[in-house]
Each structure stands twice: as structure tokens, then as C-alpha cells.
């Protein structure tokens, strides 16, 4: 009797502050920042409704202050997981659930989409980067201002031209360049105004600076993420290269 009922009545005890302390966790408080993260088949998207900003695999937060996330999916179930942030919460469609991030250190965390969502499901992964105060605010406004616009003459205004021609502007926003009445809520594709500004794309598989990863990815985006809705665009060997100069003059 002794040994089962002392340990009852600790673990009795102790699930009053863990039950209340799971809902705190998936609680926004009234004085976060909000973040809306949108699911795809296979990457995640977010836009910062303040500041009027989209960006891709990314999250950029600031620390010391808690950000609340507004998640839904646009396709099937997924799962919003940083480790070292918080518990994992799902994306659902046509619904809105929330998760709290607050990060007390600068620095980059690794997540991975944890439910399983079809083919791209283990190349679906994301990363916080949690930046000051500051930083934060600068980030905000650099990534408000239109794409840069490539000198003339230069291999990324040829990059420019490519990417006009092949309609990529169908599927990708770039301000600036994209038509004014495109926008992400139709789009299919990560918005590319500040692609390169992000370390890593296709999901935070692939990383900007080892080398050959960004022409592999335009070579044929199925090879990397089977099932992928960025089709192989059947690019040359140029075309590849001036589009790789021009995405990554997209500071
Ligand atoms: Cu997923």
C-alpha cells in the first residue's frame, strides 16, 4: 500500500504544474510577435502580417521575446517541430492552431517537419534563426524593400532574362520584377525577392554556400525532392549558370 500510494500522490502532484504548463506552452500571450506559418508539400512559408514580409525555411525571430505562431496547411497535415524551442504543434488545413517560440541565445535551430506528409516528408526540414533585437528590425526592413535590379550587361541580367522567359515568375513572387497583381497567397513556389539573404533553400536542405547545390536544384528538382512541384525546367548548362548568378545577387 505504502509503495503505491506515496507514488501517486507525487505524480498527482506534479501533473497539476505540467498539464498547466503543456497549454502555456501552445498559449500566446498577449504581447508576442506574430508570425503566420503556412505548410507546403515540402517547405515552410511565412509571412510577418506587420511588416507586410514573406519569406521561405527560415523563420527569423528575435530574442527575449515571445513570437507567437499562427500556423495552417495549404495541403495535407504537417508538423511544426524546433527542438530546442518548444514541443511540436500540427499545421492543419482549414485550420488555425498555435505554437509559442521564444529563444533566449542568439543562433540558428534545426527542425524537421514530424508528421508524415508524402513523398518529401525526410526533405522537409526548417531552421529559427534567432537574431537581436535590433537585428530583427533591421532584417524586417531590408526584406520590405523590392528585388535589386541586376546591372546591364552582367551574367545576372541575363540570369534576369531567363527568368522571364521561363515563366518561373508563375510560380515565384520576386517585388519588383513579378507582375503587381501577383501574390504568395496563389503562388505555389517561396518567394525569391531576398533568396539569397537565406543560407539554405529547397526546404533547409540545401545549403547556399556549397558549391553546385543551387544548379542541382534548377537541374532537375525531383532528383532532390521526389515529387516535388517545381518541375524539371529542362535548363542548359547557361541557362543554369545565369540564373544561379542572378538569384544570388537577390540580397
Ligand atoms: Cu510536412
Given at each position: 500500500m505504502v509503495w503505491t500510494v506515496i507514488p501517486v500522490i507525487?505524480?498527482?502532484?506534479?501533473?497539476?504544474?505540467?498539464?498547466q504548463r503543456v497549454f502555456k506552452y501552445t498559449e500566446c500571450a498577449p504581447d508576442a510577435y506574430h508570425v503566420d506559418v503556412i505548410g507546403h508539400q515540402w517547405w515552410f512559408e511565412y509571412y510577418y502580417p506587420e511588416a507586410d514580409v514573406w519569406t521561405a525555411n527560415e523563420l527569423v525571430i528575435p530574442t527575449n521575446q515571445e513570437v507567437c505562431l499562427t500556423m495552417?496547411?495549404?495541403?495535407?497535415?504537417h508538423n511544426f517541430w524546433i527542438p530546442k524551442l518548444n514541443g511540436k504543434r500540427y499545421l492543419v488545413p482549414g485550420q488555425e492552431t498555435t505554437l509559442l517560440m521564444l529563444a533566449d541565445d542568439e543562433g540558428e535551430y534545426f527542425g524537421h517537419c514530424a508528421e508524415f506528409c508524402g513523398l518529401s516528408h525526410a526533405r522537409m526540414r526548417m531552421r529559427v534563426i534567432a537574431?537581436?533585437?535590433?537585428?530583427?528590425?533591421q532584417w524586417l526592413v531590408d526584406q520590405a524593400k523590392p528585388a535589386v535590379m541586376p546591372a546591364e550587361g552582367t551574367l545576372a541580367a541575363e540570369g534576369l532574362d531567363v527568368f522571364n522567359a521561363q515563366a518561373c515568375a508563375s510560380c515565384h513572387l520576386v517585388r519588383g520584377v513579378s507582375a503587381d497583381t501577383a501574390s504568395n497567397e496563389t503562388l505555389i513556389g517561396p518567394e525569391l525577392t531576398h533568396f539569397n539573404s537565406r543560407g539554405s533553400f529547397a526546404g533547409?536542405?540545401?545549403?547556399?554556400?556549397?558549391?553546385?547545390?543551387?544548379?542541382?536544384w534548377l537541374e532537375d528538382p525531383p532528383t532532390w525532392k521526389p515529387g516535388s512541384?517545381?518541375?524539371?525546367?529542362?535548363?542548359?548548362?547557361?541557362q543554369i549558370e545565369a540564373l544561379e548568378a542572378y538569384l544570388r545577387s537577390l540580397d
Open positions: 507525487i505524480l498527482a502532484a506534479i501533473s497539476v504544474p505540467t498539464v495552417e496547411s495549404e495541403d495535407v497535415l537574431v537581436s533585437p535590433a537585428d530583427f528590425d533547409s536542405t540545401l545549403e547556399h554556400e556549397n558549391p553546385g547545390e543551387l544548379a542541382m512541384f517545381m518541375p524539371n525546367l529542362n535548363l542548359t548548362a547557361e
